[in-house]
């Protein structure tokens, strides 16, 4: 039998392109080469196409993939060169231009199969507003919010923020992700140069309850059957979790189970499906919570392309499910090509 060819699209435009090269490097040593030939294409920051190594077999160690310092602009290639009649994506792009469904958009037009969540899922979980508002109508706890778009009186909001809220404050662009923009208000002067901070990346602005919480995670991976994980936990030992405690100081560790109670992890794996199905999930996710100390439990927000490092924590709570690296890619792959034989009958 030929080898199914896996097509794995990294690198990107967003800040959260780093994160993306770790996922490849994780994923090309990981896959089953019985059943795959990988073919890489590195999406540098401009925008460019950049074709890159194909791998029939475990890379060695010393192998790395190209990066934004070793790009060699001359094997780039027309974004559509990347199809090939029955291969499967992997686009492991994170945040704006990667996460938010252009990519989706463009891979359902050359007609390729591809890992994770759809257009409107893509587009909806990357827009904070979206997000809630679709969270409210389902009725999924959730933190107060309001929305603030670039043009309204700011005055008049800053006060409504006073009325419904209280300090601290959270302000965040609704369209950015690794916390770029975002910003805690812990007074109103804050709070108006929150705004105006969030303003420089969108014009839709979204300003939320601060509170004191764990941050508990919950894995998703399927398409009409959503199995979720037991939730993992994110600890912290800095306040507030940003671009730079994420990913450059190492500030954060993961308990996997989390310990919490089992009443509160079933409810989170029951909202977090829930938040997967409403927002029209497949493929896979990781719905993030916030847990008070006196158990209240907030859905933050749904990754739909969550950190995919051997050693990042979706993986890792699948791992913890009996689930290991190597066959979770596999069974991303099956879902994708489920996914894309639905999409095409629909349109007969
Ligand atoms: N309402 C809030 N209360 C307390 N901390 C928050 C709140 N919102 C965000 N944070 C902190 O900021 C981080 C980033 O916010 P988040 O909404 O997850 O944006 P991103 O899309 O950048 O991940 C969270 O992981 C959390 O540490
Ligand atoms: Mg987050």
């Not at 409210?136 to 107060?144: K, L």
């Not at 979204?206 to 398409?223: C, D, P, S």
């Amino acid at each position: 039998m030929s080898k199914q060819t896996l097509i794995l699209l990294y690198g990107g435009r967003s800040a959260e392109r780093e994160v993306s090269v770790l996922s490849a490097e994780s994923i090309i040593r990981a896959v089953d080469y019985h059943q795959f030939l990988v073919k890489t294409y590195f999406i540098t920051q401009s925008g460019d196409f950049i074709q890159t190594q194909i791998f029939s077999e475990t890379p060695g160690p010393d192998e790395k993939l190209m990066t934004n310092e070793t790009v060699i602009p001359a094997q780039k290639v027309a974004p559509s060169a990347i199809y090939q009649t029955d291969a499967v994506v992997f686009p492991v792009l994170h945040g704006p231009m990667g996460e938010d469904g252009s990519v989706q958009g463009f891979l359902e037009v050359l007609r390729l199969p591809y890992v994770g969540t759809n257009v409107l899922t893509s587009a909806g979980a990357m827009d904070k507003i979206v997000t809630k508002q679709i969270l409210e109508s389902f009725g999924i706890p959730q933190v107060a919010y309001m929305a603030y778009f670039e043009g309204d009186d700011l005055e008049k909001a800053i006060n409504q923020a006073e009325e419904k809220l209280s300090y601290p404050i959270f302000v965040k662009p609704a369209n950015m992700g690794s916390s770029v923009g975002i910003s805690r208000a812990a007074n109103r002067e804050e709070l108006r140069q929150a705004i105006g901070l969030a303003l420089k990346y969108d014009s839709r602005i979204l300003i939320e309850q601060g509170v004191t919480a764990r941050e508990i995670e919950v894995g998703l991976l399927g398409n009409r059957a959503i199995k979720t994980t037991l939730p993992g936990e994110v600890v912290k030992d800095v306040a507030f979790y940003d671009y730079e405690a994420k990913y450059i100081d190492n500030k954060i560790s993961m308990a996997i189970p989390a310990q919490v109670d089992g009443r509160i992890a079933e409810k989170m794996r029951h909202y977090a499906a829930k938040a997967f199905r409403a927002l029209g999930g497949c493929g896979l996710s990781r719905c993030d919570f916030f847990l008070t100390e006196d158990n209240q439990i907030y859905l933050n927000e749904l990754n739909t392309m969550p950190g995919f490092t051997q050693w990042s924590m979706y993986p890792l709570l699948w791992e913890n499910m009996g689930l290991n690296y190597t066959d979770l890619i596999s069974e991303l792959v099956r879902l994708a090509q489920e996914m894309f034989h639905k999409r095409e009958d629909h349109l007969f």
